[in-house]
Nanobody, 119 residues
Framework: VQLAESGGGQAQSGGSLSLSCAASGEIYTVDTLGWHRQATGKERELVAVIGRNHATEFGDPFKGRFTISRDDTKETVHLTMNSLKPEDTGVYYC??????????????WGQGIPVTVSS
């Protein structure tokens, strides 16, 4: 599975940005697409993911501000980030995996795309 990321960049606090990720290759091997974020000096954390049934899951810091959607015809996932905060800054990685109940095994990652939010 290959993941092609686009979007991101810089924004002011309170602003908005969007990210997109197009999946290709053996996409039948995964059912969950989404995003993780890694801030400098911190571990990679869940931002938001969406399954083939369009069920979504968000990391606590992002709930209520970020939305995620999925275009099944294009195997693309879109993340809209609203009410951005400086602590949202980091490298955002598109992720693809297979869900096992409450747990997702992420086996594929994009190269990462930087997001910077200034105060």
């Amino acid at each position: 599975v290959q993941l092609a990321e686009s979007g991101g960049g810089q924004a002011q606090s309170g602003g908005s940005l969007s990210l997109s990720c197009a999946a290709s290759g053996e996409i039948y091997t995964v059912d969950t697409l989404g995003w993780h974020r890694q801030a400098t000096g911190k571990e990679r954390e869940l931002v938001a993911v969406i399954g083939r049934n369009h069920a979504t899951e968000f990391g606590d810091p992002f709930k209520g501000r970020f939305t995620i959607s999925r275009d099944d015809t294009k195997e693309t996932v879109h993340l809209t980030m609203n009410s951005l905060k400086p602590e949202d800054t980091g490298v955002y990685y598109c992720s693809a995996g297979l869900r096992y109940g409450n747990w997702v095994k992420y086996e594929h990652w994009g190269q990462g795309i930087p997001v910077t939010v200034s105060s």
